[in-house]
């Protein structure tokens, strides 16, 4: 199975911060990564697909790069809305695996 | 607009059986890959099973294979997750997502809203 780690596990942050928040994937998985978002008692959210396409509808602050096994969420101009925990997915192989997540807290 | 409606979750006790639903609409549902997709309380999100289009591929995490079974009805837009021999590691958040890419498994989008299943006595 494909391992994947995310850092940090929490962080704290100001609105119009920048944050990055990084994945490692345990074997390389090439650009097949995305990231999700999540808030509280809701379903969880695509943002990014192939490591770096933002999803429709999604705002152009939030953007990812990568490839192989490393990989970087940033969002910049942090709003209120964006406090939430962020995964990281893999979509290279079965089983699908997601990293444990980040909690983006607001400072 | 995709709309993921789940039902039939609730109150198991351990070692008994559940079946999962999820009706779907706003797209052509037989050319989708669909995937479930569970959350412990308080913990990350565990994928589940996947199902191709027309129903001929399936695939399960170990943590299910043999207990679990993924199924879909093309003629009704409905997603299945049969669900047998539960234990309380089973409790969680159970969300029906669509594959964002066709009949590929690499994305998810949408999810469904999430239907909560408590395996307790």
């Known amino acids: 199975d494909i391992q994947m780690t995310q850092s940090p596990s929490s962080l704290s942050a100001s609105v119009g911060d920048r944050v990055t928040i990084t994945c490692r994937a345990s074997q390389g998985i090439s650009s097949w990564l995305a990231w999700l978002q999540q808030k509280p008692g809701e379903a969880p959210k695509l943002l990014i697909y192939a490591a770096s396409s933002l999803q429709n509808g999604v705002p152009s602050r939030f953007s990812g790069s990568g490839s192989g096994t490393d990989f970087t969420l940033t969002i910049n101009s942090l709003q209120p809305e964006d406090f939430a925990t962020y995964y990281c997915?893999?979509?290279?192989?079965?089983?699908?695996?997601f990293g444990q997540g980040t909690r983006l807290d607001i400072k | 607009e995709v709309h993921l409606l789940e039902s039939g979750g609730g109150l198991v006790q351990p070692g008994g059986s559940l079946r999962l639903s999820c009706a779907a609409s706003?797209?052509?549902?037989?050319?989708?890959?669909m995937t479930w997709v569970r959350q412990a309380p308080g913990k990350g999100l565990e994928w589940v099973s996947s199902i191709g289009g027309r129903g001929a591929s399936t695939y399960y995490a170990d943590s299910v294979r043999g207990r679990f079974t993924i199924s879909r009805d093309n003629s009704k837009d409905t997603l299945y997750l049969q669900m047998n021999s539960l234990s309380a590691e089973d409790t969680a958040i159970y969300y029906c997502v669509k594959s964002a890419s066709g009949d590929y498994v690499n994305w998810f989008d949408p999810w469904g809203q999430g239907n909560l299943v408590i395996v307790s006595s």
């Open positions: 997915q893999q979509g290279y192989s079965f089983p699908i695996t």
């Open positions: 706003g797209f052509t549902f037989y050319k989708y890959a």
